[in-house]
């Protein structure tokens, strides 16, 4: 058994139902309902993504607005909010599906001019490790221990902090944080310029080998998607129908061309502004 993304387009009629349309449409989908070995794809699913930041960045001005889905309670029943700026779903018109290639490229540039600038301005940092080495001496913790275990000494987390204290460090994590927010990168994903170590993971690259690291391919990243009629994708494969018995008798045109993920975030880019898209994380 694994995991899945999809996302599932639903229409705008189905706002005030929203768990209720989203089993409906998953409902061929499930596995051992007798559909075929084509239909037999998942077993359990949550709505989810806006606490992760995998989900759905939000249109600006929109953060508050009412009819944005939110992550339902996990199975135990805990339940986290959404990350600033990030949803579940929604009204497509309130979500911002604006992540692309070319500003992903431009803003990892960004990220690493502002490495060179500020190097020029303050002293040269110390790397890591040797925080790390002087932090285990000092709390007796073996120099070849990689992790903390329960109750015994944390080395990791002081170092940490003397390392990001140091001026060019501390400069730049600040940078950072005011570009990846004026820029809004949680449309990329919430590990989108998400560096805690810049000197090795900055300083030691050259800027286009940092931007090919760093840069997304395809902007939002939704490898899967069940559409408005009923079409499930993903995988680049070809849509199964929900209506049909199977690809093979299915007599229907698809909705998409193929699976592929630019074929999806373009599907979605085209479907109306009131048509819901929620994020769903499956176990298959």
Known sequence: MAGMRIVVCLPGSAAGRVDEAIAEA?????????????FDIWDHYRICGGASGNGFAVQAGFETDPRLVHDRPRYDGTSEPSLPGMCAGGPRGLLDLSANHAESVALAGRAWDLWADLSGRH????????????????????????????????????????????PLIRAYLSALDELRSAAR???YGSGFLDIWDPLRDVGGLSREDFIRGRSRSDGANFPHVLTLDGWWYGDSEEGIHRACGGRAVCPHVPDIASGSQQDVQRHLDGVPDDALLVYLSLHI
């Open 26 to 38: 998953m409902a061929p989908f499930e596995r051992e309902k007798g559909l075929g070995a084509e």
């Open 185 to 187: 990168t949680h449309r």
């Open 123 to 166: 002293p040269a940092p110390q790397p890591y490790e040797p925080f790390l080495e002087r932090s285990k001496a000092e709390m007796g913790v073996p120099p070849f221990a990689l992790f903390h275990e329960e109750g015994e000494p944390d080395p990791w987390t002081p170092a940490f902090e003397r390392y990001q204290a140091q």
